[in-house]
């Protein structure tokens, strides 16, 4: 239970979530799962691509930023590691898509509202693997919310900041500015796992389990206040979703590992730096007893 937030268990990492975030024996990276990041319009691509390295970071065997050819210059000049799939039509998406066989799939860091936006979101909804809808995607979710819960289940994992839960359930602001209530009530509502971001990040599940990540006590966390942090977060829940955890587990353990890189990181720190503080976050957590 936590202080000032009752019926409320605060996430711990356990011994089960350090041996599976682990990389060992003769595992190859197949059996670490394949991310697929869906990007947006060309130029604006950033923000998926910061989803892309946080995903391989914490340890997805693949990941591939899939965009439209017109943003394939943008991308390919600054990915290595992280493979580019391209489409040329809205339509081959879903195609491309099915190629790539994705255990997981992030949409919405930058990925726009357009019409085009949304017939690749409703392909991604079609998918039956678990998905992280962050950002753009959650704008659109909320526009047609009923579409969206009458497809969702709690494979899907929905990381709204407050501006964005507000769209979803506008009219739970009105009743209340309870954030464990609007968490709960989001995650019911929608038939989905619902990660409220904040200083203190609430994981709340349709049954009405929630967990808070709290930032008390972790040095720099304030500094998680800049643009790109939560599509960094994003990247890690879905890293964490291909490689096997269930999707209210990867989401409190991502923000968890996302609090422990900013502590890594300190002032000054930017959205980049954080999935490159996973290294030593992770090396830390693993040599614990
Ligand atoms: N590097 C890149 O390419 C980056 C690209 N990005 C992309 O930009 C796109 C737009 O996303 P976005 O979140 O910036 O804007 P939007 O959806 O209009 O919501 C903002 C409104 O919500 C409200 N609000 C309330 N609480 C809030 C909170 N805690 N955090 C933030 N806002 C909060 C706030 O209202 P206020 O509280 O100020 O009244 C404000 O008016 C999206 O695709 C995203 O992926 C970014 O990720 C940055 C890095
Ligand atoms: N003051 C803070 N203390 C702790 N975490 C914070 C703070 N401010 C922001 N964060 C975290 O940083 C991330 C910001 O996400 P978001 O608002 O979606 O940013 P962006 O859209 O720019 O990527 C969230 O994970 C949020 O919990």
């Known amino acids: 239970m936590t202080a000032g937030l009752p019926d409320l268990e605060t996430f711990r990492v356990t011994a089960d979530h350090r041996d599976r975030l682990a990389k060992s024996g003769h595992r190859h990276k197949f059996d670490y799962g394949h991310v697929v990041v869906g990007a947006g319009p060309a130029l604006q691509g950033g923000a998926a691509r910061l989803a892309a390295r946080a995903a391989l970071r914490i340890g997805a065997g693949l990941v591939t930023v899939l965009a439209h ?48 936006a949304r017939e690749k979101l409703n392909v991604v909804l079609a998918q039956s693997v678990p998905l992280c809808l962050d950002a753009d995607a959650i704008t659109m979710i909320a526009q047609d919310r009923q579409a969206f819960s009458a497809r969702a289940s709690d494979r899907v994992v929905l990381t709204p900041h407050a501006g964005e839960l507000r769209r979803l359930i506008p009219g739970a602001f009105d009743r209340t500015d309870c954030r464990v209530t609007l968490a709960r009530t989001a995650a019911r509502d929608l038939g989905c796992v619902v990660l409220f971001k904040g200083p203190d990040t609430l994981v709340a599940q349709p049954d009405g389990t929630c967990v808070v990540v709290s930032s008390d006590g972790i040095p720099h966390a304030a500094w998680l206040a ?64």
């Open 226 to 289: 800049t643009a790109g942090a939560g599509d960094v977060l994003a990247g890690f829940i879905t890293g964490l979703l291909a490689r096997g955890f269930a999707p209210a587990c990867a989401a409190a353990l991502g923000a968890h590992l996302h609090l422990q890189c900013a502590a890594v990181v300190g002032p000054g720190l930017v959205s980049e730096d954080l999935p490159d503080a996973l290294p030593r976050v992770l090396s830390a957590m693993l040599s614990e007893p």
């Open 69 to 116: 050819r017109d943003a394939a210059d943008a991308h390919a000049a600054q990915l290595n590691a992280i493979m580019l799939q391209t489409y040329d039509q809205t339509p081959r998406f879903a195609g491309q898509l099915a190629v790539l066989s994705p255990d997981a799939i992030c949409v919405g860091p930058n990925f726009g509202t357009s019409v085009t």
